[in-house]
């Protein structure tokens, strides 16, 4: 084989192998037409916000959910991570919502001041305690178990709550499993 020819082979080599991988990479960008969800409406994110903000609201110590973005994490939550059924159950939970605050309050959630808000919540979380602990196992969750336990993610998993309402250490050192504990002391992030 000649020099020519064996440079031809090797470029033809080396071009196929380039051209191969990005019609494999191709694979891993993200589909842009499905980007956009149609699972929430418009006010949705500013609801979640405020049903974060009741659950978890602002202290002297940290601030509340709603400045951490709960509502926002939350939605992304249940797009990209909750199976059908659960997101259906947390879409009709907010629709629920609404209605009760509708019929009970004659405004909208996210008008109610914030002891409103309380009321309503709270009498939504006893009833999914009840409804938890009395439900079979292949049943589905209550709707504002799934909106609390979100709720509560969001919130610890953002960077207010994990330097705010926790202790933080960002370069921890050895584990030591039985650290001290006194009662309204922060727990470690």
Known sequence: MDRRQALYQTSLLLGGTIIGAEAILSGCSPNQSSAKSTLFQAGDEALLDDIADT??????????????????????????????????????????????????????FTALNAVQRYE???????TAA?????????????????????????????????????RYNPIPGRFDGCVEYAVGEKAWA
């Open 55 to 108: 659950i978890l609201p602002d202290t002297t110590d940290s601030p509340g959910a709603k400045q951490a973005g709960a509502g926002a994490f939350m939605m992304l939550m249940v797009q990209d991570c909750y199976e059908e059924r659960e997101q259906k159950i947390v879409v009709e939970g907010l629709k629920k919502i609404q209605t009760e605050s509708q019929s009970k309050f004659k405004n909208t």
């Open 120 to 126: 309503l919540l709270s009498a939504d979380d006893k």
């Open 130 to 166: 009840e409804y938890e602990g009395s439900k079979a196992a292949d049943t589905p969750p209550h709707y504002f178990t799934l909106i609390k336990q979100l709720a509560t993610f969001a919130y610890f998993s953002s960077e207010i709550g994990m330097t705010k309402a926790l």
